[in-house]
């Protein structure tokens, strides 16, 4: 079995091509009858973790074998991350990380995911609060409370410090962009064409 592409893909740090590389080359080893022995499965499992693609994760966790699940405890390690992310267990998902000594071949691949999730735990919280108190952005962040709350301000975000709350600054709306009258007109003449 060839997992060279999978090799080059994490040496360039191309984490979003992982889990679709890793799903066509399990399915063509598969369909050859080849064994699966030193099949990457904590790579591939983090790849859809990676993209946050829960439901192809599942699946593929509930495809293994129960052999092939206790044979790989790094394996079983980055699914427990994946129960975090189904349960909404924010701040699970950091001790999941911490709780494991990963190898060489996913360490800078579990710390990129984690960038990842971090940037999308602060957008989520830049969408669902105005302001919202430093505890709580550093238990969703699995930061200590200063180092949140300079993410927070590097980001942004404004302190009380007397409060100890953070405001939130919030993206920009972008503005529709507005359609001149001779692209309305070209669309007109286009529609009138197709209808006669």
């Known amino acids: ?35 699966t022995d030193e099949w990457p499965y904590a790579v591939h499992l983090l790849a859809h973790l990676y993209l946050n693609d829960l439901n192809s994760a599942r699946f593929f966790w509930k495809s293994l074998s129960q052999e092939v699940k206790n044979a790989r405890p790094e394996l079983v390690a980055v699914w427990r991350i994946g129960q975090c992310l189904w349960n909404r267990d924010y701040a699970g998902v950091y001790t999941a990380v911490q709780g494991f000594e990963w190898g060489p071949d996913l360490a800078d691949f579990i ?52 409060t100890k709350m953070l405001t939130v600054k919030k993206a920009k709306a972008q503005t529709n962009q507005k359609l001149d009258a001779s692209k309305l007109q070209r669309l007109t003449e286009c529609v009138f064409h197709l209808e006669h």
């Open 111 to 162: 710390t990129a995911f984690l960038e990842s999730y971090r940037k999308r735990i602060f957008q989520l919280l830049t969408s669902a609060y105005s302001t919202i108190s430093v505890p709580d952005v550093a238990h969703f962040m699995g930061m200590s409370e200063e180092d949140a709350t300079n993410y927070a301000v590097e980001n942004g975000w404004s302190l009380d410090a007397s």
């Open 1 to 35: 079995m060839d997992l060279s592409a999978v090799q080059a893909a994490l040496s360039d740090k191309s984490y979003s091509t992982l889990a679709p590389l890793c799903d066509d080359l399990l399915l063509q080893t598969a369909s050859r009858g080849a064994t």
